[in-house]
């Protein structure tokens, strides 16, 4: 869990720092600590907050296989509260419970850490993959086989000739 303790944050701009573990968010395939970063700004009862979360994930390249981290930087804006009628374009608002001073901002966490997985794992911009006829890892060694190089040009000239013989 990500909470924040509204009565813990004076007036004017401040900074906190903490560390949550993906246990703790049921965060499915991260296994490293985030580490939480919060630029506070309290103007009365509304907070402002600029939210930097890092960590790093292991997976494998999609196109080697090879073991890789994948160091996961992303930035969210959230507001805290208590104020219903307050409406902030790209920020994240949360409202604060009238008796609370509490607020649970695990769900803005959890959804920048999901959506900063990038859609392409690889262990580098150039990887060269593996070889799809023998398996070798190009990185590391090359083969010697000869892989066809298929144009899908030359398929539609191979079917023209082909429905030629059958005339
Ligand atoms: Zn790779
Ligand atoms: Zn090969």
Not at 90 to 97: A, G
Request: hydrophobic share 35%; proline share 4%.
């Amino acid at each position: 869990m990500l909470t924040l303790n509204i009565a813990e944050i004076k007036q004017g701009s401040s900074q906190t720092k903490r560390t949550v573990s993906p246990v703790d968010l049921d965060l499915k395939g991260f296994n490293y600590p985030i580490e939480v970063h919060m630029d506070i700004n309290r103007v009365a009862d509304n907070i402002y907050i600029r939210m930097n979360f890092k960590t790093r994930i292991s997976a494998v390249c999609d196109r080697c296989l090879e073991d890789l981290l994948q160091p996961i930087d992303e930035n969210v804006r959230i507001v805290c509260t208590r104020d219903t009628q307050l409406s902030a374009d790209e920020d994240d608002v949360y409202f604060i419970k009238d008796k609370s001073d509490t607020v649970d901002l695990s769900l803005s966490l959890h959804q920048a850490l999901v959506l900063g997985i990038p859609q392409k794992l690889l262990c580098r911009p150039d990887c060269r993959g593996l070889c799809p006829s023998c398996g070798t890892n190009l990185n590391v060694k090359k083969c010697h086989c000869k892989v066809k190089k298929t144009d899908p040009r030359w398929d539609v000239l191979k079917k023209l000739k082909e429905n030629n013989n059958i005339n």
